[in-house]
Nanobody, 122 residues
Framework: QVQLVESGGGLVQAGGSLRLSCAAS????????MGWFRQAPGKEREFVAV????????AYADSVKGRFTISRDNAKNTVILQMNSLKPEDTADYHC???????????????WGQGTQVTVSS
């Protein structure tokens, strides 16, 4: 089992920044790729970013490329999503998730956190 807890969400104006954290406990953290997903009201959960277990590979959704950065610290069992130049359309509930590989589909992830709300005002 892997337990995931997100933090760092909040209300920010358009153009601002937020830093989301996901703390993991349980099995060996570095064995898992870590993804961030988001879900806005009335919409399906969508992929945001993923990082491999070693941190050597990352991938991003086109909608956040160049604005968001995913990173991890395996010594601290933490994955970070740095979000810059935020837009109102980034408003959603953000979840971190763990998987055995750098998958892009939510259904491929084994463990999920409860989520943290991000609201971007215009």
């Amino acid at each position: 089992q892997v337990q995931l807890v997100e933090s760092g969400g909040g209300l920010v104006q358009a153009g601002g920044s937020l830093r989301l954290s996901c703390a993991a406990s349980g099995r060996t953290f570095s064995n898992y790729a870590m993804g961030w997903f988001r879900q806005a009201p009335g919409k399906e959960r969508e992929f945001v970013a993923v990082i491999s277990g070693s941190g050597s590979r990352t991938a991003y959704a086109d909608s956040v490329k160049g604005r968001f950065t995913i990173s991890r610290d395996n010594a601290k069992n933490t994955v970070i999503l740095q979000m810059n130049s935020l837009k109102p359309e980034d408003t959603a509930d953000y979840h971190c998730a763990a998987a055995r590989n750098t998958y892009l589909q939510p259904s491929d992830y084994d463990y999920w956190g409860q989520g943290t709300q991000v609201t971007v005002s215009s």
